[in-house]
């Protein structure tokens, strides 16, 4: 009785930990989220290529030196709030009363049941994180880092176990969990784009909608302090942010992969499911112990991304979730239910440019998810088992 007593109260703790989280997401209201970019170039213009081959210029990221064909300084990028971004109402109506909408409950449901066994979900990716050379790398496999991350992350703050699978390309597949819990996730298919478009698999894919790349080594550290960056948020300051402001990503690699990524998905989530039109729809880049996220809406062309990665890990507690980071990947895992659906009804952002330097029509035609292969018939050669049958008929009278 008396353990029992104890286990109770335990899990009444991790959800008062989860309403804690809820609430920081809330209080966060004013502060940045998504930072909307200009491309100046990419690769997309050069036909189709693998997202590991995509070549990204654009402010703060991937410019080493200025270029005469670069707009001129100062760089801007329009910021939107966290309540801009998400629909505040339905999550302050989540504290009240979780039992408000049905569809709704079964997303916090997720929620509520990961505190429940976060214990179990961090000792796993603890392991992950504690298995390191002398030199401080990870001696575990980008694909045991997959594995676990969906396990223990993804699958269960995305409703269904069975809705979050790993690219059936990956090499060394564990039979479970290399963090020891014996639970399992599938491979399947996570291919997206087309042969004439930017193409590739995602690591990881969610409720095959939300792809996922797993980078085996640290994000990129921003050169910028996260205390000044918390201060010059204010209630005010969403119109735009500056050079002096904030870096962004300063290298292409893998960036450009992801932005690839997130930009192909945009369109191929639409041709699949015309009612995410207008969706800021996201991808994810993480390693084990830090995220980032990437947004793209293919039909008003706005890519967005979080201007600095976020902890995975509390600051206070390397060996516990950051919790309002668990809240902030779960509202992005489950957008179609709480972000808002179009950011342009409030304001006026610039666009990406993306339409006007790739071949537009092909994202809109060819784009898709869950592709097996990238293999064109048009650039398939036609070999002799492959004509007509009436041309074979032919040949066999001729031989004859």
Not at 131 to 154: E, M, N, P, R, W
Not at 331 to 354: C, G
Not at 369 to 379: A, E, L, R
Request: glycine share 4%.
């Amino acid at each position: 009785m008396a353990e029992a007593m104890i286990g109770k109260m335990n899990i009444n703790t991790e959800i008062t930990k989860q309403h804690i989280g809820l609430r920081h997401i809330l209080k966060n209201a004013e502060k940045h989220e998504l930072a909307f970019q200009e491309i100046f170039n990419c690769s997309a213009a050069c036909g189709g290529s693998t997202f590991s081959k995509a070549v990204f210029r654009m402010p703060y990221f991937g410019i080493d030196e200025c270029q005469t064909s670069d707009p001129p300084e100062p760089w801007m990028s329009t910021v939107c709030r966290m309540k801009d971004v998400f629909d505040y109402d339905i999550l302050a109506k989540l504290l009240d009363d979780p039992n408000f909408d049905t569809n709704i409950k079964t997303n916090y449901d997720d929620l509520v049941k990961f505190i429940e066994d976060k214990n179990q979900h961090e000792v796993c990716l603890q392991k992950m994180c504690q298995s390191k050379c002398s030199d401080g790398a990870l001696v575990v496999t980008k694909t045991d880092i997959a594995y676990a991350l969906a396990v223990h992350l993804f699958a269960p703050l995305s409703n269904l176990q069975k809705s979050c699978i790993l690219d059936n390309h990956s090499e060394g597949f564990p039979k479970s969990c290399p963090g020891g819990c014996g639970r399992s996730v599938a491979k399947g298919t996570t291919g997206i784009g087309a042969a004439q478009t930017w193409h590739g698999y995602a690591d990881i894919s969610v409720n095959q909608t939300v792809p996922v790349k797993v980078l085996s080594e640290e994000p990129h550290d921003l050169s910028v302090d996260e205390e000044q960056l918390d201060q010059s948020d204010s209630e005010d300051s969403y119109d735009s942010i500056t050079a002096t402001r904030t870096p962004f990503y300063q290298r292409t690699d893998p960036i450009s992969e992801v932005l690839a990524m997130t930009i192909t998905n945009g369109f191929a989530q639409v041709n699949e499911n015309n009612s995410l039109t207008n969706f800021l729809i996201p991808s994810i880049a993480c390693s084990i112990e830090d995220v980032m996220v990437f947004t793209y809406d293919s039909q008003n062309d706005l890519l967005a991304c979080i201007p600095e990665h976020f902890r995975l890990w509390s600051r206070t507690d390397k060996h516990h979730f950051d919790i309002s980071s668990i809240v902030r990947i779960w509202l992005y895992l489950n957008f179609r239910t709480f972000m808002r659906p179009s950011i342009l009804e409030s304001f006026v952002i610039e666009k990406s440019n993306f339409h006007k330097i790739a071949p537009l029509r092909h994202y809109q035609q060819y784009s898709k998810c869950g592709v097996i292969d990238f293999s064109s018939k048009d650039k398939t050669p036609r070999v002799r088992e492959t004509q007509s049958a009436r041309k074979r008929r032919h040949s066999d009278d001729v031989s004859r």
